[in-house]
């Protein structure tokens, strides 16, 4: 279902005021490295495909992806997270500068190596993955190192999105400083959860899992069928006392719950569907940016919705632009 011509309208006022709104990504900074070549024959050293590489990149991801999309989005992105001192670590703070993002926010931990997820992807068929990353809690020194960070930058930001890779930044702390001070300014703040920090996410603009992080971070089975899906939504309200609950739920759309009651399904505009990676950054970015821009939550949801179906129609950690948006909501 297509939005009707005057929400169009609205939704394109909104997208043109996106242009330099300030926002703070807080989270799990990563790189995504990309191998791509061809396969045409069966290893006889085991029964795997040989794969002859064409390329090569490496883009942002985890927080990262959600910084590449505020930035494509045209918005002015200030960033706060962990690398390690490492070449994945250089790449992505060349990336980051490149695309003009504040990185004084970003913490160099010279005992932590930098998350690295590499992708073996063969006649567009994802063979392989392998990572890189150092697991465990971060130092005493780096955790004081970023609620400095965070103060600093939360001052002169519009609005605040928490990418939640489990990696280690976000914490309690970091939550709670970040909270009080966006509800003191009242500027949105959202989230995008991890379960074991679920209820520390208490008092945030939006929270914004996927329908198997949803039922995750209720800890219950998953029920099928719409009804199941509003009553859940409705208890993540109760229970986190936010502001709003945004359910992505792959080809169905996703769902909006709002602390007054009002409750809005959005049907998926995706037309092809090649990859489903990073689409949940992509529904954060645009989301959090419309927010800031001044969009109340469904036109902000709508906007959100048109980036995603953008996005999974292409091969990869993908992004969007305003004027690819713009087309697709004309």
């Not at 993002?101 to 006649?123: H, I, L």
Request: charged letters at 25%.
């Amino acid at each position: 279902m297509m939005p009707s011509r005057k929400m169009r309208k609205e939704l394109l006022r909104t997208l043109a005021r996106f242009h330099g709104r300030r926002v703070l990504v807080v989270g799990d900074l990563m790189l995504d490295q990309y191998v791509r070549g061809t396969v045409g024959r069966i290893s006889p050293e085991a029964p795997v495909p040989v794969v002859r590489v064409t390329g090569e990149t490496s883009i942002p991801g985890g927080a990262g992806n959600v910084v590449n999309n505020l930035a494509s989005l045209g918005a002015s992105v200030s960033v706060v997270g962990v690398i390690g001192e490492d070449e994945a670590g250089r790449r992505l703070a060349e990336q980051f500068r490149s695309k003009g993002v504040d990185m004084e926010g970003v913490c160099v931990d010279v005992d932590r190596q930098t998350t690295q997820k590499c992708r073996v992807v063969a006649e567009r068929q994802q063979v392989v993955r392998f990572d890189r990353e150092t697991t465990g809690p971060l130092s005493h020194a780096t955790q004081t190192r970023l609620l400095a960070g965070l103060a600093e930058e939360l001052p002169r930001t519009e609005a605040v999105i928490f990418s939640d890779y489990g990696k280690g930044v976000i914490g309690p702390r970091l939550l709670a400083l970040a909270i009080g001070a966006a509800n003191r300014r009242k500027i949105p703040l959202t989230v995008d959860p991890k379960p074991e920090h679920f209820r520390s996410y208490k008092g945030v603009t939006c929270v914004t899992p996927n329908t198997a992080e949803a039922w995750a971070c209720m800890r219950r089975e998953p029920k099928p069928g719409q009804d199941a899906l509003v009553a859940l939504g409705r208890e993540i309200l109760r229970m986190l006392r936010s502001r709003s609950a945004l359910i992505t739920r792959g080809a169905e759309g996703m769902s909006l719950f709002e602390a007054d009651g009002k409750v809005t399904h959005i049907p998926t505009v995706a037309r092809e569907v090649f990859d489903v990676s990073g689409a949940g950054d992509t529904v954060i970015a645009a989301f959090t940016l419309a927010l800031a821009a001044g969009a109340p939550l469904d036109r902000a949801a709508s906007l959100a919705n048109h980036a995603a179906g953008i996005v999974v129609g292409k091969l990869g950690t993908a992004v969007t632009d305003c004027a690819e948006l713009s087309e697709a909501v004309r």
